[in-house]
Protein backbone atom coordinates (compact mmCIF):
# COMPACT_ATOMS: atom_id res chain seq x y z
CA UNK A 1 0.00 0.00 0.00
CA UNK A 2 1.30 3.43 -0.77
CA UNK A 3 2.11 5.45 2.04
CA UNK A 4 2.11 8.76 -0.17
CA UNK A 5 -0.63 9.07 -2.48
CA UNK A 6 -0.81 12.06 -4.75
CA UNK A 7 -3.36 13.23 -7.08
CA UNK A 8 -4.18 14.46 -9.68
CA UNK A 9 -1.86 12.12 -12.07
CA UNK A 10 -1.87 14.61 -14.26
CA UNK A 11 -3.32 18.17 -15.06
CA UNK A 12 -2.52 20.72 -17.82
CA UNK A 13 -2.32 24.25 -17.10
CA UNK A 14 -1.90 27.35 -19.37
CA UNK A 15 1.30 29.54 -19.47
CA UNK A 16 0.44 32.10 -16.66
CA UNK A 17 -2.30 29.95 -14.97
CA UNK A 18 -2.22 28.73 -11.50
CA UNK A 19 -0.85 24.57 -10.97
CA UNK A 20 -2.11 22.88 -7.66
CA UNK A 21 -1.57 19.26 -6.83
CA UNK A 22 -1.88 17.67 -3.66
CA UNK A 23 -0.24 14.73 -1.25
CA UNK A 24 -1.84 12.97 1.56
CA UNK A 25 -0.08 10.57 3.97
CA UNK A 26 -1.96 7.29 5.25
CA UNK A 27 1.33 7.49 8.14
CA UNK A 28 0.81 9.66 11.28
CA UNK A 29 4.66 9.67 11.30
CA UNK A 30 4.70 11.40 8.26
CA UNK A 31 5.71 14.91 9.60
CA UNK A 32 8.00 16.33 7.35
CA UNK A 33 7.68 16.15 3.36
CA UNK A 34 9.49 17.06 0.09
CA UNK A 35 8.62 18.24 -3.11
CA UNK A 36 10.70 16.82 -6.36
CA UNK A 37 10.63 18.18 -9.63
CA UNK A 38 11.77 15.95 -12.59
CA UNK A 39 12.01 16.53 -15.91
CA UNK A 40 12.14 14.36 -18.77
CA UNK A 41 15.53 12.32 -19.29
CA UNK A 42 16.43 14.10 -15.70
CA UNK A 43 17.08 12.51 -12.43
CA UNK A 44 14.54 14.20 -9.91
CA UNK A 45 15.28 17.46 -7.93
CA UNK A 46 14.50 18.48 -4.92
CA UNK A 47 11.97 22.00 -5.19
CA UNK A 48 11.72 22.72 -1.07
CA UNK A 49 10.66 20.67 2.39
CA UNK A 50 8.14 21.91 4.56
CA UNK A 51 7.31 20.51 8.38
CA UNK A 52 5.36 23.76 10.23
CA UNK A 53 1.53 23.72 9.55
CA UNK A 54 0.52 26.79 7.06
CA UNK A 55 2.73 27.76 4.18
CA UNK A 56 6.27 27.42 2.80
CA UNK A 57 6.54 29.95 0.05
CA UNK A 58 9.93 30.07 -2.67
CA UNK A 59 9.70 31.86 -5.45
CA UNK A 60 6.70 30.85 -7.82
CA UNK A 61 5.91 28.08 -5.58
CA UNK A 62 4.44 27.42 -2.77
CA UNK A 63 3.44 24.48 -0.78
CA UNK A 64 0.71 24.28 2.27
CA UNK A 65 1.05 21.56 5.00
CA UNK A 66 -1.99 20.33 7.21
CA UNK A 67 -0.49 18.12 10.04
CA UNK A 68 -3.85 16.94 11.07
CA UNK A 69 -4.89 16.06 7.78
CA UNK A 70 -1.67 14.65 6.88
CA UNK A 71 -2.10 16.79 3.88
CA UNK A 72 0.35 18.68 1.47
CA UNK A 73 0.13 20.72 -1.27
CA UNK A 74 2.29 22.87 -4.25
CA UNK A 75 1.03 25.74 -5.68
CA UNK A 76 2.83 27.12 -8.79
CA UNK A 77 1.89 31.02 -9.61
CA UNK A 78 2.82 32.13 -13.35
CA UNK A 79 3.65 28.55 -14.45
CA UNK A 80 5.76 28.98 -17.63
CA UNK A 81 6.38 25.94 -20.12
CA UNK A 82 9.63 24.98 -17.91
CA UNK A 83 7.66 23.73 -15.50
CA UNK A 84 6.16 21.02 -17.18
CA UNK A 85 7.55 18.18 -15.29
CA UNK A 86 6.67 15.23 -12.91
CA UNK A 87 6.38 16.08 -9.49
CA UNK A 88 6.85 13.89 -6.64
CA UNK A 89 5.78 14.21 -3.22
CA UNK A 90 8.14 12.32 -0.37
CA UNK A 91 8.48 11.61 3.45
CA UNK A 92 11.24 10.53 5.47
CA UNK A 93 10.88 6.71 6.76
CA UNK A 94 12.81 3.57 7.89
CA UNK A 95 13.53 5.25 11.05
CA UNK A 96 14.03 8.99 9.27
CA UNK A 97 16.90 7.48 6.65
CA UNK A 98 15.53 7.68 3.85
CA UNK A 99 12.63 9.33 1.50
CA UNK A 100 9.43 7.18 0.47
CA UNK A 101 8.03 8.78 -3.10
CA UNK A 102 4.14 9.00 -3.91
CA UNK A 103 3.49 8.28 -7.48
CA UNK A 104 3.77 11.56 -8.39
CA UNK A 105 1.80 14.54 -10.57
CA UNK A 106 2.40 15.22 -14.73
CA UNK A 107 1.98 18.56 -15.02
CA UNK A 108 1.52 20.51 -18.72
CA UNK A 109 2.08 23.88 -19.02
CA UNK A 110 0.69 24.98 -22.81
CA UNK A 111 2.36 27.78 -24.31
CA UNK B 1 26.38 22.00 -7.32
CA UNK B 2 26.44 18.23 -6.30
CA UNK B 3 27.35 15.68 -8.46
CA UNK B 4 26.12 11.94 -9.26
CA UNK B 5 27.30 10.08 -12.32
CA UNK B 6 25.69 7.04 -12.98
CA UNK B 7 26.78 4.25 -15.32
CA UNK B 8 26.35 2.80 -18.04
CA UNK B 9 23.40 5.31 -18.71
CA UNK B 10 22.13 2.41 -20.93
CA UNK B 11 21.97 -1.06 -20.57
CA UNK B 12 20.33 -4.37 -22.56
CA UNK B 13 20.95 -7.56 -20.99
CA UNK B 14 19.46 -11.37 -21.28
CA UNK B 15 17.35 -13.02 -18.76
CA UNK B 16 19.83 -14.59 -16.13
CA UNK B 17 22.79 -12.42 -16.44
CA UNK B 18 24.71 -10.89 -14.57
CA UNK B 19 23.93 -6.96 -14.31
CA UNK B 20 26.40 -4.35 -12.03
CA UNK B 21 24.96 -0.79 -12.71
CA UNK B 22 27.88 1.31 -11.07
CA UNK B 23 27.29 5.15 -8.98
CA UNK B 24 29.94 7.75 -8.33
CA UNK B 25 29.14 10.36 -6.01
CA UNK B 26 31.84 13.53 -5.56
CA UNK B 27 29.41 15.57 -2.16
CA UNK B 28 31.35 13.78 0.33
CA UNK B 29 27.77 12.64 1.24
CA UNK B 30 27.74 9.55 4.09
CA UNK B 31 24.18 8.27 2.28
CA UNK B 32 23.17 6.57 -0.75
CA UNK B 33 20.02 5.38 -2.76
CA UNK B 34 19.38 3.26 -5.15
CA UNK B 35 15.65 3.40 -6.70
CA UNK B 36 13.90 1.79 -9.78
CA UNK B 37 10.99 4.06 -11.41
CA UNK B 38 8.41 2.50 -13.16
CA UNK B 39 5.30 4.19 -14.28
CA UNK B 40 2.28 3.98 -12.25
CA UNK B 41 4.93 3.56 -9.25
CA UNK B 42 6.92 6.43 -8.38
CA UNK B 43 10.39 5.74 -7.38
CA UNK B 44 10.63 2.47 -5.13
CA UNK B 45 14.16 2.49 -2.76
CA UNK B 46 16.00 -0.93 -3.29
CA UNK B 47 18.57 -0.55 -1.19
CA UNK B 48 20.44 2.00 0.54
CA UNK B 49 23.47 2.61 2.74
CA UNK B 50 24.60 5.18 5.31
CA UNK B 51 28.35 4.78 5.06
CA UNK B 52 31.01 2.80 3.42
CA UNK B 53 30.32 -0.79 4.09
CA UNK B 54 27.10 -0.55 4.84
CA UNK B 55 24.13 -1.53 2.72
CA UNK B 56 20.36 -1.59 4.07
CA UNK B 57 17.45 -3.01 2.55
CA UNK B 58 14.19 -1.18 1.11
CA UNK B 59 11.40 -1.76 0.10
CA UNK B 60 11.34 -3.88 -2.90
CA UNK B 61 15.18 -5.24 -2.58
CA UNK B 62 14.52 -9.09 -3.54
CA UNK B 63 16.35 -10.17 -6.54
CA UNK B 64 18.77 -7.31 -5.59
CA UNK B 65 22.35 -6.79 -3.67
CA UNK B 66 23.93 -3.59 -3.50
CA UNK B 67 27.82 -2.80 -2.71
CA UNK B 68 29.33 0.36 -1.07
CA UNK B 69 33.06 -0.20 -0.78
CA UNK B 70 33.99 3.42 -0.27
CA UNK B 71 32.64 7.16 0.58
CA UNK B 72 32.22 7.42 -3.47
CA UNK B 73 30.68 4.35 -4.94
CA UNK B 74 27.73 2.52 -4.79
CA UNK B 75 26.66 -0.58 -7.19
CA UNK B 76 23.48 -2.08 -7.50
CA UNK B 77 24.01 -5.78 -8.19
CA UNK B 78 21.71 -7.75 -10.18
CA UNK B 79 23.05 -11.44 -10.09
CA UNK B 80 20.40 -12.87 -12.12
CA UNK B 81 18.60 -10.35 -14.37
CA UNK B 82 14.80 -10.91 -14.50
CA UNK B 83 12.54 -8.88 -17.76
CA UNK B 84 10.40 -7.88 -14.51
CA UNK B 85 13.55 -6.20 -13.56
CA UNK B 86 13.34 -3.81 -16.77
CA UNK B 87 13.12 -0.26 -15.68
CA UNK B 88 15.41 2.93 -15.04
CA UNK B 89 17.35 3.23 -12.59
CA UNK B 90 18.19 6.60 -10.47
CA UNK B 91 21.07 6.77 -7.60
CA UNK B 92 21.06 9.60 -5.03
CA UNK B 93 23.71 10.83 -2.32
CA UNK B 94 22.00 12.50 0.54
CA UNK B 95 23.97 14.14 4.28
CA UNK B 96 22.87 14.95 7.05
CA UNK B 97 20.24 12.42 8.30
CA UNK B 98 19.05 10.68 5.55
CA UNK B 99 15.51 11.99 4.45
CA UNK B 100 15.70 15.12 6.28
CA UNK B 101 18.58 16.36 3.99
CA UNK B 102 17.87 16.57 0.16
CA UNK B 103 18.64 13.91 -1.75
CA UNK B 104 20.94 14.59 -5.17
CA UNK B 105 20.05 12.37 -8.19
CA UNK B 106 22.26 11.02 -10.76
CA UNK B 107 20.69 11.20 -14.45
CA UNK B 108 19.70 7.63 -14.70
CA UNK B 109 20.06 3.87 -16.00
CA UNK B 110 17.91 2.58 -18.69
CA UNK B 111 17.83 -0.90 -18.14
CA UNK B 112 16.32 -3.34 -20.59
CA UNK B 113 16.56 -7.13 -19.57
CA UNK B 114 15.18 -9.87 -23.15
Known amino acids: QQKVQQSPESLSVPEGGMASFNCTSSDRNFQYFWWYRQHSGEGPKALMSIFSDGDKKEGRFTAHLNKASLHVSLHIRDSQPSDSALYFCAAPYQGGRALIFGTGTTVSVSP | EAAVTQSPRNKVAVTGGKVTLSCNQTNNHNNMYWYRQDTGHGLRLIHYSYGAGSTEKGDIPDGYKASRPSQENFSLILELATPSQTSVYFC?????????????FGPGTRLTVL
Open chain 2, 92 to 104: ASGGGTGGYAEQF
